[in-house]
């Protein structure tokens, strides 16, 4: 199981990024993925997640700008970022992982890609 996420940059206020995770050795729709994000001294937090049968879900936070997303001929996820903000900045990871009831466990990580909102 191999994730690739790709997509980060340096951006201004109220910007778009659209970040992809290729996943590889496993189909995208055979579990349920996940974005979550790290920022300099906070812990790992969950961003977006999708689950296996497509429906997404999101924090608080990125409700109404962020939209998860997933093309499975490209065995891709997506994470469509709009109106971004500082508070956005993070390194950005994807994760293959299961629901179990209404929670997320993560599972396989990928390595991440770096946002960078400028003010």
């Known amino acids: 199981v191999q994730l690739q996420a790709s997509g980060g940059g340096l951006v201004q206020t109220g910007s778009s990024l659209r970040l992809s995770c290729a996943a590889s050795g496993f189909a995208v729709d055979t579990y349920a993925m996940g974005w979550y994000r790290q920022a300099p001294g906070k812990q790992r937090e969950v961003v977006a997640t999708?689950?296996?049968?497509?429906?997404?879900d999101y924090s608080y936070s990125v409700k109404g700008r962020f939209t998860i997303s997933r093309d499975n001929a490209k065995n891709t996820v997506y994470l469509q970022m709009n109106s971004l903000k500082p508070e956005d900045t993070a390194v950005y990871y994807c994760?293959?992982?299961?629901?179990?009831?209404?929670?997320?466990?993560?599972?396989?990580w990928g390595q991440g890609t770096q946002v960078t909102v400028s003010s």
């Open positions: 999708i689950t296996s049968g497509g429906s997404p």
């Open positions: 994760n293959a992982g299961r629901y179990k009831g209404t929670y997320y466990f993560p599972g396989y």
